[in-house]
């Protein structure tokens, strides 16, 4: 299986943060969607910093996807909880550039390390 490590953010309510990153995203919360069933992570912050619900947050993840995943709308649907990793939390103080440049920078540094990490990552899934 050709899996594509795609690094993504999400956003929510502060007070859900660190229970997501010690727990990842309770599947029993989902509704319905557009576009199917699944956690929906987005590949640019900014759609995620307008639906955090007023927290200065929004967090990281890699998820995994097969290789002809729908991009829609840059929407990634994730229905399997083991395919999310929730890896940080992104600060800002606003939504201008502030919270953009972070996360694009913080997007640059882990693409790298994913990249040098990526046999290590296949090895774990295979077994």
Not at 44 to 62: D, E, H, T, W, Y
Not at 85 to 111: E, R
């Amino acid at each position: 299986v050709d899996n594509h490590y795609r690094i993504v953010f999400y956003g929510t309510p502060e007070h859900s943060i660190e229970s997501i990153l010690r727990n990842g995203i309770d599947p029993l919360k989902r509704s319905d969607h557009d576009y199917g069933p699944g956690e929906y992570f987005a590949s640019n912050p900014a759609l995620p910093m307008r639906l955090c619900q007023g927290s200065k947050k929004i967090l990281a993840f890699v998820v995994i996807t097969p290789p002809d995943v729908n991009l829609a709308r840059n929407v990634i649907v994730v229905d399997r909880t083991e395919r999310q990793i929730p890896i940080a939390t992104i600060s800002f103080d606003d939504l201008s550039t502030d919270g953009w440049d972070a996360a694009n920078a913080f997007h640059a540094q882990v693409t790298k390390l994913l990249l040098s990490k990526k046999n290590e990552m296949d090895a774990i899934l295979e077994h």
